[in-house]
């Protein structure tokens, strides 16, 4: 069923566990997420990255809505990283359940004006805004931030920024980054921790993807609720159209579609239990 982003991160919030936002591409990688969802009765959301949009635009937002619509387990849809105000227009009036209006590159004021304006926009459709305060590095889709770009998120900042903006959600920067770490990660949580202790809203963690289970677990105990996830199940979805390629001297398409979705699912469903979201749904 097509659920409230809002109402997955709160009940999130208030059992210590956490969602999962899983990019989407395609019909298959949908798919993948869908059926991990409904095996481990989870909810999940399936997020739409904006270089994603700009390939599938309104086409793939219809995909994920109508696929959210008909799952058996609750099912939010996600615009990630959005710093286009007509995207995210476009986004909600498309039915997609919450946005990330994204101002981080912006200045504490600018990211305050944009963000606020776009909370106001999304709230009158009745959907969430999530944004981000702080700037993570590494790279995400062609999207790249240099390491000495990268801000990390100031808990007293952060309260003045939630109540400036009205926002249901906060991406902070604890030392996590986009993509591949290229060295071990290291994360600040007594950061973290601070900040969860100063405001009452769902955080999200972006850079997931290599880190360990144990900062994962730390991480949700601290209070985020929600972890966005894309480079590992975009490398199930290569590598096994890859091996598919490699090993069969006749390829089908629609075998390989099996192929992918089976490998893909497989990170998901690994992902959520991690999370702890199995059977909240």
Do not use: W
Request: aromatic share 4%; proline share 3%; hydrophobic share 40%.
């Amino acid at each position: 069923m097509l659920a409230s982003t809002s109402q997955l991160l709160r009940d999130a919030q208030k059992e210590k566990y956490a969602i999962g936002a899983f990019n989407v591409y395609d019909l298959q990688g949908v798919q993948a997420v869908i059926r991990a969802a409904e095996a481990l009765k989870s909810p999940v959301m399936l997020q739409i990255h904006p270089k994603a949009l700009e390939m599938g635009g309104t086409p793939l937002v219809a995909l994920c809505v109508e696929a959210a619509r008909s799952a058996g387990v609750a099912v939010s849809v996600h615009l990630d990283h959005s710093s286009a105000e007509q995207d995210i227009r476009s986004a909600l009036e498309a039915g997609m359940s919450s946005v990330m209006a994204d101002g981080s590159h912006l200045s504490y004021a600018e990211n305050i004006s944009f963000t606020k304006r776009m909370a106001k926009l999304a709230h009158t459709k009745g959907c969430a805004v999530e944004a981000e305060l702080g700037r993570l590095s590494g790279t995400e889709d062609g999207l790249t931030v240099a390491e000495y770009e990268a801000l990390l998120t100031d808990p007293d900042l952060a309260v003045d920024f939630i109540q400036q903006t009205g926002v249901d959600a906060l991406a902070v920067c604890i030392g996590n980054v986009h993509g591949k770490y290229a060295s071990e990660p290291k994360l600040d949580f007594g950061r973290l921790e601070e900040i969860g202790k100063r405001i009452n809203l769902p955080l999200v963690l972006h850079g997931t993807s290599g880190l360990p289970d144990e900062m994962i677990t730390r991480s949700i105990e601290l209070g985020v609720c929600k972890f966005n996830v894309n480079t590992e199940v975009r490398g199930a979805y290569m590598t096994a159209a890859k091996k598919y390629l490699d090993d069969t001297k006749k390829p089908e398409l629609t075998d390989m579609m099996t192929t992918v979705i089976s490998a893909m699912q497989a990170q998901v469903e690994s992902k959520i239990k991690l999370f702890g979201s199995s059977g909240k749904a």
